[in-house]
């Protein structure tokens, strides 16, 4: 007869599968049924911006095709990996229906990333410690409203968030090639996942088999560095010249677009003097870097809670946010069971985040389609969302810090090297 411990697994892998599959029908039944959905989500500054946006990488991609270099409309500031990448999906949708096979590859994106969060559980870093299932972990993921709208919006967040979970994932079963591999993707495809690289190389420096960490983060980082290197160099093969990281992460770091987020930057550059705008943008950038260094010196012995705080600060202070990355780092939370205790504020943060989800719509529609409103309506409650992340990020950061104290008095609440 087969253990109990077996039969679990084979329980847990079953539910599984199901949560997997009825995610995939989900998103490509949703799509089916309103055709003209992914289209109007694609204009909501909620759901995308100009640094992910669907529609301007069609832009880009129209140019490429054309011969021309797909940076010179101003248009498209996404990188050219994903250029080559949608012209070979573009190719291969022909046989098929163009839509349904884009669903379909953004569909199995989001269970590509949910498994690599199922991997993450699984890997010895959290195997003695309390956790969700999996199915429950996937699910949390695949079927979280806000993924699901950001999937259905074909935001290009969606994939260099799976890079990065990838190279986290791959980090935590000491597969470091590929940790490597894919940390260079997600870097290229996002200039903010450097701000995860001090933390991992606390993983890399923790890992449990290395004879000699110091060796083994020297021989990670060169490999970083060469993929990266790789990946500019196909950058450059792509475009015909350098000057696509200026559109790229350039422009990210210049924040030369003012259209309205999730964020706080906007606002504050719309009602600037041009002349000052320079002088503002580094002390904004400084803003959002500025945590990870006390972060990951505090977190040290919990490099993986740390990577998890990180995205969550990075979700409010970045340039170009949108409400997929609160997704990723509820995900990122889903891997902590173990801190759920000690949360005194989930509930209230929830509301008010829900409140934010509900009302900015209007509000953008109010000030944008009706005339009746202005910019302070939907900067407002964009000002709410990030006081409802800001709770979240404290209130599990304290709980965390609270386990760690207390492990010290019992072991058995010790959180140290998650």
């Known amino acids: 007869m087969p253990s109990i411990d077996n039969a679990s697994q084979v329980s847990n892998y079953g539910k599984t599968k199901l949560v997997?599959?009825?995610?995939?029908?989900?998103?490509?039944?949703?799509?089916e049924l309103f055709p003209a959905l992914p289209a109007l989500l694609q204009h909501r500054p909620e759901i995308t911006t100009t640094a992910t946006s669907f529609k301007q990488l069609k832009e880009g991609l129209y140019l490429y095709r054309a011969g021309q270099d797909a940076y010179d409309g101003g248009v498209f500031h996404q990188s050219p990996l994903l250029l080559v990448l949608f012209n070979y999906i573009g190719r291969i949708s022909l046989i098929f229906s163009p839509e349904l096979f884009i669903g379909l590859f953004f569909a199995c994106l989001d269970v590509v990333t949910a498994r690599s969060?199922?991997?993450?559980?699984?890997?010895?870093?959290?195997?003695?410690?309390?956790?969700?299932?999996?199915?429950?972990?996937?699910?949390?993921?695949?079927?979280?409203?806000?993924?699901?709208?950001?999937?259905?919006?074909?935001?290009?967040?969606?994939?260099?968030?799976?890079?990065?979970?990838?190279?986290?994932?791959?980090?935590?079963?000491?597969?470091?090639?590929?940790?490597?591999?894919?940390?260079?993707l997600g870097v290229q495809l996002n200039f903010y996942v450097v701000y995860i690289i001090p933390p991992?190389?606390?993983?890399?420096?923790?890992?449990?088999?290395?004879?000699?960490?110091?060796?083994?983060?020297?021989?990670?980082?060169?490999?970083?560095?060469?993929?990266?290197?790789?990946?500019?160099?196909?950058?450059?093969?792509?475009?015909?010249?350098?000057?696509?990281?200026?559109?790229?992460?350039?422009?990210?770091?210049?924040?030369?677009?003012l259209l309205p987020n999730m964020g706080l930057w906007w606002y504050f550059f719309l009602e600037m003097f041009d002349f000052f705008r320079p002088f503002f943008t580094h002390i904004f950038q400084l803003y959002s870097l500025i945590y990870v260094f006390p972060i990951t010196i505090r977190l040290q012995k919990q490099p993986l809670f740390a990577i998890t705080t990180i995205v969550g600060i990075t979700a409010i202070s970045k340039s170009?946010?949108?409400?997929?990355?609160?997704?990723?780092?509820?995900?990122?939370?889903?891997?902590?069971?173990?801190?759920?205790?000690?949360?005194?504020?989930?509930?209230?943060?929830?509301?008010?985040?829900?409140?934010?989800?509900?009302?900015?719509?209007?509000?953008?529609?109010?000030?944008?389609?009706?005339?009746?409103?202005?910019?302070?309506?939907?900067?407002?409650?964009?000002?709410?969302?990030?006081i409802g992340l800001t709770i979240i990020i404290t209130d599990t950061l304290r709980a965390s810090l609270q386990l760690e104290f207390d492990g010290g008095k019992n072991p058995e609440k010790s959180v140290v090297q998650i």
Not at 20 to 31: E, P
Not at 130 to 150: E, F, G, K, M
């Open 20 to 31: 997997i599959l009825a995610s995939v029908v989900l998103r490509l039944g949703v799509v």
């Open 117 to 184: 969060f199922c991997s993450i559980a699984r890997s010895p870093r959290l195997a003695d410690k309390q956790r969700l299932p999996q199915w429950a972990i996937a699910a949390i993921y695949l079927l979280n409203p806000i993924i699901i709208l950001t999937n259905i919006a074909r935001s290009t967040a969606l994939i260099s968030n799976a890079a990065v979970v990838l190279a986290i994932a791959h980090t935590c079963n000491e597969n470091f090639l590929f940790s490597a591999l894919f940390l260079a």
């Open 320 to 386: 170009y946010p949108e409400i997929g990355d609160l997704g990723l780092y509820i995900s990122f939370l889903s891997l902590f069971k173990f801190i759920f205790p000690n949360v005194q504020y989930a509930f209230f943060a929830g509301l008010v985040i829900l409140h934010s989800f509900v009302l900015a719509p209007n509000f953008y529609h109010l000030w944008i389609y009706l005339g009746s409103g202005n910019a302070n309506f939907f900067y407002a409650i964009t000002l709410v969302y990030t």
């Open 200 to 257: 991992l190389i606390l993983l890399w420096h923790s890992t449990p088999s290395a004879g000699n960490p110091k060796g083994l983060v020297l021989k990670n980082t060169l490999t970083f560095c060469a993929f990266s290197a790789l990946f500019i160099g196909a950058g450059i093969l792509i475009t015909g010249s350098c000057g696509y990281l200026s559109a790229t992460t350039g422009f990210t770091l210049k924040f030369e677009d």
